[in-house]
């Protein structure tokens, strides 16, 4: 008769299991020099809703979200990312992730109570590429006044402007992506689903921590420069409601950057946009799920790289590779 035994605590199976782990990206702060003209773009013409105010901060949800807010938007001189949010996979990971940082020698700061509105304790860095990154596990969710009927949803749909449904993603710009991309798989654990790549090296990569195909996309930065924000992105429900925003950039004057149109990475419609304190924000539609942990990242090179820019392999805009704020 053969006797079980019980696995060793300190097997690579236990570690690998109990690893802090990047959940999802929670939201983004958005910087603008036109507070109030940025708070109307993105109220009554994305159709987000306002649920506080704090200091220079106004704190905004999209209709489909569970939590109080997925985007600050702060009075500031400059345009820009404040900073990026993203929750953690467990509660006590918070302790976990600034114990890994002293490992790995990352600058951080821990805060109790959180560095914003209705956020449990955060761990706080600015990564070597100068991007402010935020890392927690508790938040306060949503509680509508008039909830909706359909369980599933976190209140009931109201249609204001186009009527974006939630964050997507964001894209930042790095000096080197290759050191980048490394850095967000070996420190976070992002894990490279799509990279557009040359002989001298990626210039441009799409990561995800969840199943979708990018939570976080790293470009080159056309100048050189560092820590900047290439764009927000937004997701809408279908590409007809993408094409039905594009009418109303149209009408309100809205500087449209491109599209509409389709990128062959991540099988995304989008129109990209400047909202009026000069940030660009993307309009998504599309894209497709990871469910495989054995997923082989799509690599496009050579003259593909035309087709994972724009699907049938036209051009965006010179300013697309080197506007970033």
């Given at each position: 008769m053969s006797t079980a035994t019980q696995p060793q605590?300190?097997?690579?199976?236990?570690?690998?299991?109990?690893?802090?782990r990047v959940h999802n990206l929670h939201h983004v702060e958005v910087l603008t020099p036109k507070p109030d003209e940025s708070l109307d773009f993105f109220t009554r013409v994305l159709g987000l809703h306002e649920t506080h105010r704090e200091g220079q901060s106004v704190y905004l949800r999209a209709a489909g979200e569970w939590g109080r807010y997925s985007t600050i938007l702060t009075e500031a001189k400059e345009p820009g990312?404040?900073?990026?949010?993203?929750?953690?996979?467990?509660?006590?990971?918070?302790e976990g992730w600034a114990r890994r940082f002293a490992d790995k020698g990352v600058a951080h700061t821990r805060q109790a109570g959180g560095t914003s509105f209705a956020q449990g304790d955060t761990v706080s860095f600015t990564g070597p590429f100068?991007?402010?990154?935020?890392?927690?596990?508790?938040?306060?969710?949503?509680?509508?006044?008039?909830?909706?009927?359909?369980?599933?949803?976190?209140?009931?749909?109201?249609?204001?402007?186009?009527?974006?449904?939630?964050?997507d993603h964001l894209n930042i710009t790095a000096q080197n992506v290759d050191e980048a991309r490394d850095w967000y798989t070996d420190v976070l654990g992002f894990k490279l689903r799509e990279a557009a790549r040359t002989p001298e090296g990626d210039i441009g990569?799409?990561?995800?921590?969840?199943?979708?195909?990018?939570?976080?996309a790293i470009m080159r930065d056309g100048?050189?420069?560092?820590?900047?924000?290439?764009h927000v992105a937004y997701y809408l429900d279908t590409p007809e409601t993408l094409l039905r925003a594009a009418d109303?950039?149209?009408?309100?004057?809205?500087?449209?950057?491109?599209?509409?149109?389709?990128?062959?990475?991540?099988?995304?419609?989008?129109?990209?946009?400047?909202?009026?304190?000069?940030?660009r924000v993307e309009l998504f539609s599309g894209g497709y799920p990871i469910h495989g942990p054995d997923w082989q990242p799509?690599?496009?090179?050579?003259?593909?790289?035309?087709?994972?820019?724009?699907?049938?392999g036209g051009q965006l805009p010179?300013?697309?590779f080197t506007t970033a704020t």
């Open positions: 605590t300190s097997s690579p199976q236990y570690l690998e299991v109990s690893t802090p990312l404040g900073h990026m949010a993203w929750q953690v996979a467990e509660p006590d990971q918070v100068g991007h402010r990154t935020e890392l927690f596990y508790d938040f306060e969710r949503y509680a509508p006044a008039d909830p909706s009927q359909l369980l599933s949803q976190p209140g009931k749909f109201p249609t204001p402007g186009i009527g974006a449904r939630r964050l990569v799409w990561m995800s921590v969840t199943s979708q195909v990018h939570d976080l100048l050189g420069e560092r820590g900047r924000l290439h109303i950039f149209v009408e309100e004057g809205t500087p449209i950057d491109a599209g509409p149109g389709k990128h062959g990475l991540t099988q995304a419609f989008f129109i990209y946009v400047f909202e009026p304190g000069g940030n799509i690599i496009w090179d050579g003259a593909a790289i035309e087709k994972a820019i724009v699907w049938y010179d300013t697309f």
